[in-house]
């Protein structure tokens, strides 16, 4: 599982910052988080293929986390794009994008599907073989929603010193990977259990941005390996929160800490901080394992 | 007059190109012409003040030449601006930047006025004291304008020795520099002629982009100091033209040509050329005062 943060300051690009966006690799696919002004140059600059993204997550409609959207669509129509794009994205970006592509005369030339969220509990927006994404409803000023990127359970692994002494066909060896139990060659019941090794434990990423401190998603982010939790702001201005709806460092690390949660990753900094240490300072009085999201940088877990 | 190239390539944005924007300051008016994505942060990087730019105008509704307006437009909001915004464009984008206000929930603070242009014939679209703003007709795949902007005559300048000499009272001076003969102390009526000299030249500037080869803007752009025209290919693709409705390097120095202008700034090149230099080589075997616009340089007239 890899994370490039493409993006992680709140409110309105500058030269060296940019709004919200983010790649996350899980199981092959490759997920685009929010896509403020400047994701398109950022996912270049990073040498992400465009192609790879099939599935663009939109958190709620506030400009530092969608106003990209609509030139990487008309971006990928350019490069004669031919693969289907899902968007999921609350009510009301479809319309924003299908009026733009009206006036500008420029469908595009590949399938783009919307999905568009309304719901005020989580619901399973995705699902395949391999992962679900689940929606993390938040507390914001507009409906807002985080999302959480849960890979599936795996095949258990061989453990193959003692399938071949088990005497096993090889044959049944996909069947004891996905848990049953199988007759060998001398028509013993093998024990799968004796032969396979656990499959490696699902990993699993949360994405929350924007919102206020709300107790209300730590069951659904319960034990995730890595939330993604915004701190606008520090807890000397933690009054800013109230109005705006938004978190400061020591409430995303109470967040983390009640949930249980393996990593912390801090991001949506105001641009009114001089240094990004005071929010890992501030969340580590709370919860241990804190890191800051830097536009650009890699986590791979 | 002082002209800052904010971007200058077609289609997408990349890490080190930017669609077209620019900045024209002209009679200590300072205009904003198109607004690609990441129009604001190279606002930014080159020091423009937000607040002094009053007066936007889009050419059309190709994304390169407006997406980045939406983003401008909520950044003066965040910023608190108070003074008015006036943004002058074909008609569909109030629409499209409206939409977009309402469904982020975030109206500006200040006064934003949409110009909506349809006229097929060129017409003023602003006016002041001292400069004047006309649209010019293009001909591209949807409806454009190019935008012709113009000094006014200004006010003849006092010859302060002749002036003196010819005992006239002060109260008077205004008068002759605005082109009025006035009576001296001695009661003898003086001709303003010989006591002013003339006003500088007025200065104007003509954009062009984007646009096919077309003959009918030159009457319009007739020996403007500096047009800007738009050269997407060279030559060697002229056949791109044709379904574009782009022009070549050499198309638009002809036309600089024919309009007997000062200068000629090539720009919104197609980026699938190594060296903008062969833009200017084939535009000067047409035309001798040839500059490369170029992201982030300023020209001065």
Redesign the interface.
């Known amino acids: 599982m890899k994370l490039r943060i493409l993006g992680c300051y709140s ?5 060296n910052t940019n709004p919200t966006a983010q790649v996350l690799e899980i199981n092959n696919h490759l997920f685009l988080i929010d896509c403020g ?2 994701t ?2 950022q996912l ?2 990073h040498k992400v293929k465009f192609n790879r993204i099939k599935h663009i997550f939109i958190s709620h ?3 530092d986390h969608f ?2 959207l ?2 990487f669509i ?2 990928l129509t ?2 004669t794009r031919e693969t289907d794009l899902h968007i999921y994205a609350p009510k ?2 479809k ?2 994008i299908t ?2 592509m009206k ?4 469908w595009t030339n590949y399938k783009l599907f919307f999905h568009e969220l309304n719901a005020k509990t989580s619901e399973i927006i995705f699902e395949d073989d391999t992962v679900e994404v689940h929606t993390i409803p938040l507390d914001h ?2 409906y807002t929603n985080g999302f959480l990127f849960k890979e599936k359970e795996g095949e258990r692994k061989l453990d193959l010193s003692k399938v071949e002494e088990a005497n096993i066909n090889v044959a049944y060896y996909r069947k004891l990977k996905q848990g049953h139990d199988v007759v060998n060659e001398d028509d013993v019941l093998i024990d799968h259990t004796k032969v396979t090794l656990p499959a490696n434990p699902p990993k699993s990423y949360a994405y929350c941005s924007d919102t206020a401190y709300s107790e209300s998603i730590i069951p659904i982010i319960k034990e995730v390996n890595v939330l993604y939790h915004e701190s606008t702001f520090l807890e000397k201005n933690k009054n800013l929160t109230i109005t705006t709806k938004h978190s400061t460092a020591k409430q995303a690390a109470t967040i983390a800490l009640k949930a249980n949660v393996g990593t912390l990753i801090l991001g949506h900094y105001s641009t009114r901080y001089e240094s990004l240490n005071d929010f890992k300072k501030e969340a580590k009085t709370i919860f241990d394992k804190v890191e800051l999201a830097k536009d650009g940088k890699l986590f791979e877990f």
Chains 1, 2 share one sequence.
């Open positions: 409110a309105t690009p500058r030269v002004e400047g398109q140059v270049r600059k409609l506030h400009g106003f990209g609509v030139g008309s971006t350019l490069l009301g970006l319309e924003i009026l733009q006036l500008t005369g420029s000023r507009i």
